[in-house]
Each structure stands twice: as C-alpha cells, then as structure tokens.
C-alpha cells in the first residue's frame, strides 16, 4: 500500500512534462553512421542541459569514441546508503524506408493515446522516465540515504561501448542495483539472454560461371555450414527445452556475402569467398565455451568429408545470460511499487536480447532488472510507439522504487 509520503511522490510526476520530454527526445535524431558521421552528441547536449536546469547537479560527458560520448551524473543525498543506479541509452537505430513510416520516424507525433516515433519505446521514453522520476523525488523533499547514479550511454545497439567503457571507468564499482527501462511493458524481466556474435568465412577459388569446375565454390560450403548450423541448433532446443523467461536458443545467420563486403559481385564470376554473420542467442542451460567448441567441431567435421572445405569461424563477441532471484531487493521492491500503483499481480518475463544491463550483472554483479514501457515487439519496426498510459505507470513506478531502495 502507498504511504501518504509515496502518494505525495507520485502527485509531483508532472504527466504533461513526462510526454513532452520523451517527445523531445524523439525529435533529436540519434541514429550513429559511420558515413555521415551522425552519433548521438546531439541528444546527449540535449539531456545534459535539462539535468543541469531541472536536477540542479552537474553531469560528466564523456567520449567513448569519436562523437560517442557517456552521460554521468550523481544525486548525493549526503547520507551513507546504496547506490541505485538508472540506466539508459541514447543511440537508437535507423528508420529504413521514410516511406513505410505513417508519422515521421522522428515527428514524435501524438496519436491514440500513443508516442509515435523511432526510438519512442526503445528507448527514449525510457530515458524520459528515469529523468522525471528521479525529479519528482529531489522535488518530494522526503528523505533518502545513498546515491542515485544517472548512467546514459552510447551504442547499445552496436557492441555496446558505452556500457563498457563505463564499467571500464569506475563509473559502476559502488553500484548497488539497477534499473534498465527498454521496453517491456513495465513487466519484471529477471533474466536476459546471452548472445555469441561470430563471422564465418569460407575459402574457395574464383572461377568464370560459365567453367566453374575450374574453381572451387564457397557458396555450396557456406550452405553446408548454415544447414549444420541449423540442426545444431535444432538439438540445442530439443536439449534445453523452452526456458520460462526467454524461450529458445537460436542459432542464426543473418548475412551471407559472396564476394564479402569491399568486393564487387558479378554474376558471370564464381567467387572466391563468402562469408556469413552469426547471431548465437542461449539460454541459461547452455555454456558459452562449449557452445564456441561445439560450431568449430562442426567445422572439421564437414572439411573431413570434402578436400576442398576451407572455413574458419571467429568470435567476435560474448553477452553471458545473467539472471537474478524474484528476491533480489531491486526485483521485490519494485514487483510491490508496481502492485501497489497498479492494483495487478506484476508479470515477471525474460529479455529476449542483451541489454546493457547484462554487462552490469555479468561483469560487476550488480543486478539490473529490466522493466520500462512500450510493447515488447515494436523495437526497431516501423510506426514503432509507447503507450502514454505506460509511459506515466512507469515513471510512477520507478519514483516509488526508487524512494523504498533508498530509504
């Protein structure tokens, strides 16, 4: 049940600034290119100024890579106590086809009930609330121990640098608990997948088409290899079953070239090369070490068969699958914050992919709990929205969770 402390909390979430704010951030493209040279400067210039003008406190920009940079920032209440950290992303990724958009991809139009936009749900609106929320309570003046660490990070969606140079950096090593609002429908996902990324490259020989005895093709070892794949994973579910939280493991390629990338293709020439990206995602059943011996195992098997097979498999990189109990501190205060604002039973789930909260977890031990607005299937789709409803029912849960972990 809500205290009258906490009832006065949540009366200072200020709705309209809540959609406003994620309106506006929606509006900052922040789409990283390598070839335009676009990043997310734009959206962090945006977000420091606001902490500087609404929270009072100074943050800490810092640049990861070229025009890449990390926002830092720490409310001190000036009393020992934990350290509760709220995480977030600022890269979102590309809109695709401008046309296939009903509202501009970066309109942050209001239509329904809904915040329409990319990156609306994954995950500016997000952002939106651990601003709001952690407002609300420095406006609340209630009394809190401890520290809130604001940690807004760049290339989520890529290898995750952000995250990592912030680890990297100290910026975690106090760090009690966390709180990743990506899109989840406000539901507690305790559990977030592993992922193993990984390049495959196979060795043939050029030939013309038309006389292609005189060469050797990689695209029919490449198909072998995807096939092999494919069975290994189907094994892999048939061993591990269906987890509660996040389902199947996969195996998956998701690009196949030949020529690789830099070589022009001609359809007169049988390469020379092809190459296939690999997207691993694991359960909590699999180890990832074995997993890494079992696809190059794979490999020799089928060069056994076939004098010509000449392939290799790198690993390029490896998310573990991090998990916490439905005890954990940060996981039971905030499935009581969201019973007691809500009046439901709180839905716990798992992450379907890494998020920068599993590094948090894999690399510091900190547990990170995944739980902000915005339906679970509209990251990274056209008319891609958030739910205002939502949008408020997580800031409000997150200003309560926020105040009993800290006070």
Not at 74 to 89: A, I, W
């Amino acid at each position: 049940m809500l205290s009258d402390e906490e009832k006065k909390l949540i009366d200072l979430i200020d709705e309209d600034e809540l959609v406003s704010l994620t309106q506006k951030l929606v509006q900052i493209p922040s789409v990283p290119d390598e070839e335009s040279g676009a990043t997310e400067r734009d959206v962090v210039s945006f977000i420091a100024g606001w902490i500087r003008k609404e929270l009072k406190i100074e943050p800490s920009i810092e640049e990861v890579a070229p025009g890449r940079e990390n926002i830092i920032a720490t409310v001190d209440s000036g009393k020992p106590g934990p350290v509760l950290m709220l995480e977030g992303h600022t890269d979102v990724v590309s809109a695709g086809d401008l046309s296939k958009w009903k509202y501009g991809p970066f309109s942050g139009k209001i239509e329904d009930g809904k915040i329409y936009g990319r990156g609306s749900c994954d995950m500016k609106a997000g952002l939106a609330v651990n601003l709001i929320s952690v407002k609300a309570l420095l406006k609340s003046g209630l009394s809190f121990s401890g520290k809130i660490r604001l940690g807004f990070v760049c290339d989520e969606e890529g290898m995750m640098i952000g995250i990592k140079d912030f680890i990297e950096k100290g910026h975690a090593d106090d760090v009690t608990a966390c709180l990743v609002p990506e899109p989840e429908e406000n539901q507690l996902c305790i559990t977030m997948k592993g992922a193993i990324r990984a390049i495959v490259r196979v060795t043939g020989r050029m030939a013309h088409g038309a006389m292609p005895l005189t060469g050797i093709s990689p695209n029919t070892r490449m198909a072998r290899i995807i096939l092999a794949f494919e069975e290994y994973e189907r094994k892999e579910k048939e061993r591990c079953g269906k987890d509660e939280y996040v389902g199947w493991p996969s195996v998956t390629f998701t690009v196949v070239q030949a020529p690789p990338s830099g070589t022009v293709a001609q359809l007169n020439v049988m390469p020379g090369e092809a190459e296939g990206y690999v997207d691993i995602r694991t359960t909590p059943c699999q180890n990832h070490d074995k997993i890494r011996s079992d696809l190059k195992a794979i490999l020799e098997r089928l060069a056994e068969d076939d004098p010509d097979f000449k392939a290799e498999i790198q690993f390029i990189e490896d998310r573990p699958v991090v998990t916490m109990d439905k005890d954990e501190p940060i996981a039971r205060l905030s499935a009581e914050a969201y019973r007691d604002i809500t009046g439901e039973k709180p839905v716990y789930n798992g992450v379907p992919g890494a998020t920068d909260g599993t590094f948090l977890r894999a690399w510091k031990g900190i547990p990170s709990l995944v739980n902000g607005p915005g339906p679970r299937h509209m990251p990274h789709q056209y008319d891609e929205y958030v739910e205002i409803e939502e949008l408020v029912e997580a800031a409000k849960i997150y200003a309560v969770t926020e105040y009993r972990f800290l006070k």
